[in-house]
T-cell receptor, first 110, second 116 residues
Framework: AQSVTQLGSHVSVSEGALVLLRCNYS??????LFWYVQYPNQGLQLLLK??????LVKGINGFEAEFKKSETSFHLTKPSAHMSDAAEYFC????????FGTGTKLQVIP | DVKVTQSSRYLVKRTGEKVFLECVQDMDHENMFWYRQDPGLGLRLIYF???????EKGDIPEGYSVSREKKERFSLILESASTNQTSMYLC???????????????FGQGTRLTVV
């Protein structure tokens, strides 16, 4: 069965610090991977997606993610956190059906 | 912009009631999905549909049914609401054929359902 796993349900960073949110996928997941963001009381919106064209994927709001097949990972990073980045982030992957991770809440400390 | 609209942001229903959650998308997408979102569990797929009148069970279909009579509308039905169905419900749509997973999903704002 395909699945994605997010490590860490809560992550806190200082404003201006590096953001690193971790996602690993099962080996049966094809290389269609996504990161979504959910701001409070809103639906999810796409940050970026990997579709095998390039291993480093750039998304909106300065986020990027690197696909590493050897590590079965698709971690999300941002060089410098901003207060407006506080939200819940979901890694997802799938083919016919998309499987979502359990989410990571990012807190940005001023 | 793609728009996925859920009919209600908040709903309060009584145990045993039949509940209808409505979702409409305006981008002529083939695929539509219903998820429920619970703290610590992420999003779990209830049902999805890849064409009018077609539906497939997701990971947690028990206690739910769906209807897709028109391409733009996908309804989630709780046949007899129970307190363990209190949750946030998210509708989504995406384009493409059923066997292409590389297209993003567009989500509605969610419906927070409370069953008392």
């Amino acid at each position: 069965a395909q699945s994605v796993t997010q490590l860490g349900s809560h992550v806190s960073v200082s404003e201006g610090a590096l953001v690193l949110l971790r996602c690993n996928y099962s080996s049966s997941v094809p290389p269609y991977l996504f990161w979504y963001v959910q701001y409070p009381n809103q639906g999810l919106q796409l940050l970026l997606k990997y579709t095998s064209a390039a291993t480093l994927v750039k998304g909106i709001n300065g986020f990027e993610a690197e696909f590493k097949k050897s590590e079965t990972s698709f971690h999300l990073t941002k060089p410098s956190a901003h207060m407006s980045d506080a939200a819940e982030y979901f890694c997802a992957g799938g083919y016919q059906k998309v499987t979502f991770g359990t989410g990571t809440k990012l807190q940005v400390i001023p | 912009d793609v728009k996925v609209t859920q009919s209600s942001r908040y709903l309060v229903k009584r145990t045993g009631e039949k509940v209808f959650l409505e979702c409409v998308q305006d981008m002529d997408h083939e695929n539509m999905f219903w998820y429920r979102q619970d703290p610590g569990l992420g999003l779990r797929l209830i049902y999805f549909s890849y064409d009018v009148k077609m539906k497939e069970k997701g990971d947690i279909p028990e206690g739910y049914s769906v209807s897709r009579e028109k391409k733009e509308r996908f309804s989630l039905i709780l046949e007899s609401a129970s307190t363990n169905q209190t949750s946030m419900y998210l509708c989504a749509s995406s384009s493409g054929t059923m066997y292409r997973g590389n297209t993003e999903a567009f989500f509605g704002q969610g419906t927070r359902l409370t069953v008392v």
